[in-house]
């Protein structure tokens, strides 16, 4: 059973950075497709961005050239690190673990940016 375990979020003003970082569990993940979602009040779930086993990314466009997602497969870890942050970058941001029939989430780490 996969576990993903996220960290890094908090508060920050606008302009300002902040990198998230998410720790899987298991063997799966240097095999594994990952990506990092985010849900805002009110509105779905939408991806960010996607990173696969051979490193190819995929961002949406609201956060392409401000964001960058990265793995490191010794530390079975995902990172997003988020510059330029805009109030409107403010949700719940989530770790995804995708190999086969396996789809995992992480619990969410809260990101809110504020003045």
């Known amino acids: 059973q996969v576990q993903l375990v996220e960290s890094g979020g908090g508060l920050v003003q606008p302009g300002g950075s902040l990198r998230l970082s998410c720790a899987a569990s298991g063997s799966m993940f240097s095999i594994s497709v990952m990506g990092w979602y985010r849900q805002a009040p009110g509105k779905q779930r939408e991806l960010v961005a996607v990173?696969?086993?051979?490193?190819?990314?995929n961002y949406a466009d609201s956060v392409k050239g401000r964001f960058t997602i990265s793995r490191d497969n010794a530390k079975n870890t995902v990172y997003l690190q988020m510059n330029s942050l805009k109030p409107e970058d403010t949700a719940v941001y989530y770790c995804?673990?995708?190999?086969?029939?396996?789809?995992?989430w992480g619990q969410g780490t809260q990101v809110t940016v504020s003045s």
């Open positions: 995804n673990l995708r190999i086969m029939a396996v789809d995992a």
């Open positions: 990173i696969t086993k051979g490193g190819s990314t």
